[in-house]
Nanobody
Framework: VQLQASGGGLVQPGGSLRLSCAASGSPSSISAINVMGWYRQPPGQQRELVASIGRGDSTTYADSVKGRFTISRDNSENSLSLYLQMNSLKPEDTAVYYC??????????????WGQGTLVTVSS
């Protein structure tokens, strides 16, 4: 599976952005993905989980983005896309955002794929 992320850019505080991440690969490899998420790495800091979504549409969010960000996915037989709608952006949301598609089995990560990262800068 290969991932292509897009949608980053420069936005003013209070603005919105929508990140997208599209998966390409064999139908069997795409169908094996059961956990998807967005992570971010602010300048000089460690990568952190922003939001995740499972095949059953269960979602989790970091406390810092709850109520402002929404994760969603769109899947068909041969494609899978992940989105992150970011509203009411703050300067502290500035980071490189990475999408992650994962296959988890019995609590173990069997396969882990990362997108290339897209820069989000929130500044006036």
């Amino acid at each position: 599976v290969q991932l292509q992320a897009s949608g980053g850019g420069l936005v003013q505080p209070g603005g919105s952005l929508r990140l997208s991440c599209a998966a390409s690969g064999s139908p069997s490899s795409i169908s094996a993905i059961n956990v998807m998420g967005w992570y971010r790495q602010p300048p000089g800091q460690q990568r952190e989980l922003v939001a995740s979504i499972g095949r059953g549409d269960s979602t989790t969010y970091a406390d810092s983005v709850k109520g402002r960000f929404t994760i969603s996915r769109d899947n068909s037989e041969n494609s899978l896309s992940l989105y992150l709608q970011m509203n009411s952006l703050k300067p502290e949301d500035t980071a490189v955002y990475y999408c992650n598609f994962r296959t988890v089995s019995f609590g173990y990560v069997v396969k882990d794929t990362w997108g290339q990262g897209t820069l989000v800068t929130v500044s006036s």
